[in-house]
């Protein structure tokens, strides 16, 4: 069979990301220019400022993605973008430069879902084997969701209020860490103890969703309170006790819904899928539960947002033929349902 080269676009938040994927299976390029530093000093991204480090961006990463993959505008089958969910001035970006090379070059033109391509990050690295479940826990989403087939997608369970990196950058901003915090709690984490027992948001018990504002609130007063009658308290053991307080929660919410809808793969996917407590904890749960269960992390590089992952699920809606027309827009709200 011949094989399928999909260009696949990224600028939903803060990275500018272009790919090249063979296949849906092989990564040919990946290029992520990434914006971070210039959001750091205001605590969060920037919307404004990121639609303008797009558009500076996105031909030199296109430029460099075909370059990288050694291929050029001739060699493509489609080209693929994220349309949401996300900031509607970055998703434009993207968008807008897909659709321009779908009509110079002739290509058939892919929308994708953002929360699709963290979830298809692991047909990167897994054959994935349907129905298997996915877990998306990134700065701006908190899901449990059902894979039947192919590019269908069921929401088990979402979050209330803050998504789960929302929470680690915010009380980071309490610790006084750089935007994004997740992965300097993640070390910080494994230097102290659960010390503060912080609240377990369980909500109902058949429920399959989230709520961290809670723990965030307990978080920030323990902190402020400290402050006022000026107490120290331990960083590390403060970062383990959110951190536990999290992977307990997230743990207890995905057995369950593994519990009511068997599956043979577990995808933990989005920026909050490297963290290292919550992969050791769902390890061990499997292993202490004795279930027939591939657990499939995305490497972190593909954890994080980047267009392999954009390219990766766009392969799904290729062979279906599932194309989109040049009219298409951003959707900043999109969801599964
Ligand atoms: O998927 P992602 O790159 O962007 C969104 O689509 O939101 O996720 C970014 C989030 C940030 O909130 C960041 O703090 C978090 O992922 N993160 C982590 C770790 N590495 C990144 N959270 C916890 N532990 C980590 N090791
Ligand atoms: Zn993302």
């Known amino acids: 069979m011949k094989d399928t080269l999909i260009l696949a676009f990224e600028s939903s938040c803060d ?70 969910p996300g900031l509607v001035g970055s998703l434009l970006i993207g968008i807008m430069a897909a659709k321009s090379i779908a009509f110079a070059h002739n290509l058939p033109l892919i ?11 692991a047909n990167l690295v897994s054959d994935l084997k349907y129905p298997f479940m996915a877990l998306i826990v990134s700065g701006g989403h908190t899901e449990i969701v059902r894979v039947d087939s192919p590019g269908e997608f069921k929401r088990l369970g979402d979050t209330r209020d803050d998504a789960v990196g929302e929470a680690f950058d915010k009380i980071g901003r309490v610790l006084g860490l750089k935007y994004p915090a997740g992965k300097q709690i993640d070390q910080m984490a494994q230097l102290g103890n ?23 609130s307990a ?21 383990t006790s959110f951190q536990e307080c999290v992977v307990d929660i997230l743990t207890e919410k995905t057995f369950r819904a593994l519990k009511n ?25 499997i292993t202490k539960r004795n279930l027939d269960l591939d657990l499939i992390v995305p490497p972190i590089r593909l954890c994080g947002d980047n267009a392999a992952m954009i390219g990766a699920a766009a392969q799904v ?14 959707d900043p709200s999109l969801d599964f349902e």
């Open 15 to 84: 990275e500018t990301s272009v790919a090249v994927i063979k296949n849906g299976k092989e990564i040919l390029s990946n290029i992520i220019a990434t914006q971070i530093k210039s959001h750091q000093r205001f605590g969060g991204v920037v919307p404004e400022v990121a639609s303008r480090h797009h558009v500076e961006q996105i031909t030199i990463c296109t430029d460099l993605a075909l370059k990288e993959a050694g291929v050029t505008y001739e060699d493509l089958d489609a080209v693929a973008v994220t349309y949401g």
């Open 111 to 121: 929308k994708v879902n953002h929360l699709a391509g963290h979830i298809y990050a």
């Open 194 to 216: 659960d010390t503060f027992g912080f609240p377990r948001a369980m909500l109902q018990e058949d429920n399959l969703d989230f709520s961290f504002s809670g723990l965030k």
């Open 219 to 239: 978080f920030i007063n323990t902190v402020h309170h400290a402050d006022q009658v000026g107490e120290k308290l331990d960083k590390n053991d403060l970062a």
């Open 261 to 285: 809808n068997p599956v043979k793969q577990l995808i933990v996917a989005g920026g909050v899928a490297a963290n290292s407590g919550l992969k050791k904890r769902f390890a061990d749960e």
């Open 317 to 330: 809606e290729y062979d279906k033929n599932n194309f989109t027309e040049l009219s298409l827009n951003a």
